[in-house]
């Protein structure tokens, strides 16, 4: 017979908060790891990451590992497709749904931790073994603009973000409280949803920023995304061309393929002449930030067509289709990046303050409403194993 657990004492300094991080792409990390520096001083924090969040997290913070959901792209067109995805999620939504072994590894760490409440950047196990466990939850993250906010949705996409807003509820659920970090603003739908501006993470704050010769790309899933097509295009532009987010590594001509780190790019990104990316919510913020305009290709999905059609539509930069993509396209961003840029100062905001009141708000709210000690009962579940997690 299992023996009950002996309550953890309190956290004089504050509140414990498990804090879960979705790990497609950067942006979630990069987000986290700016509210997590000021939350570490006055709470207790267990930290759980997945994919590449985990990549980016685990020099910085000590981190649990926990697999992640994401996009697959098909084998032969490297475009994003929505059969592979649903094959490749369909083993982690079942076990998500059905209390699988992933589910009981998460469900054991809460227990252990006992947190007063759960923040969770689209992470969805934290969501779901929260929601089971009766753990006050928080969602942070940008996707929710869709499910939790009225976006300026273009109505070719209206059926389409109905269906992720559907797929986005089933995953995530309801949490009591709603932080949405957004470079745009977009109304909230109901109560205890707030819409905060983008946070730089510590490094774009202090860093300085220069006009550079170079052009900066950033890839989210560069294996896929950078072809022969995007490597000819780079080459006309006469520039040097740092690329992020590939696989590979070193120069060829005038494109240097540069490898992953958090200083190291932040310090590449104050530096560069522009930005060329995917439609990332985050770093369009961070590029905001340092002033630095941007031609966006959105991935095949409703939110980056979202982002993308918002950075046209303030003045900041240019939005193109991936496969459309032509030289000519960055040579106007850069003839015109010095009203891209000034715009970009008009409408920089720094949404760390924000956030953080926010975050502290809720916590108080939903904290003194359930005692860490209410996790303390007999374990349901297998004991908890980290190291033998599913990546």
Known sequence: MATQASPRPRNRRGARILYAVHGYGRGHATRSLALLAELRPRHELLVLAGGDAYQTMASEWPVVRIPTLGFAYGARSGRRSNWHTLRYNLPAALDAWWRGPVFAMVADAMRAFAPDVVISDAETWSHRVAARLGVPRIGFDHIGILAHCRPDVDPRDRVEAALDVFVYRALMGRPERVLVSS???????????????????RE????????????????????????????????????????????????QGRLHFMP????????????CRAVLSTAGNQLVGEA?????????MP????????????????GIGMRVEPRALTAAHLQRLLQQRDAFAARMRELRRDGLAEAVAAIEGFVAELAGSTP????????????????????
Not at 260 to 271: C, E, H, T, Y
Not at 288 to 296: D, I, Q, R, Y
Not at 299 to 314: I, K, P, S, T, W
Not at 377 to 382: A, K, S
């Open 183 to 201: 470079f745009y603003d977009a109304p909230p739908r109901h109560a205890g949803v707030r819409v905060v501006p983008t946070l730089p993470r």
């Open 204 to 251: 774009v704050r202090d860093a300085v920023a220069c006009d550079g010769e170079h052009l900066l790309v950033y890839l989210n899933q560069g294996h896929h995304q950078f072809d022969d097509r995007l490597r000819a295009v780079l080459g006309q532009l006469g520039l040097p061309v740092h690329v992020y987010g590939t696989p590979w590594r070193g120069q």
């Open 260 to 271: 992953p780190g958090n200083r190291s790019f932040v310090d590449d990104l104050a530096a």
């Open 288 to 296: 905001m930030h340092l002033g630095k305009p941007l031609l966006v």
């Open 299 to 314: 991935e095949d999905c409703v939110e980056q067509r979202l982002n993308a059609r918002a950075v046209e539509r303030l």
């Open 372 to 391: 860490g000690s209410r996790l303390t009962q007999p374990p349901l579940l297998p004991a908890f194993a980290p190291q033998r997690a599913p990546t």
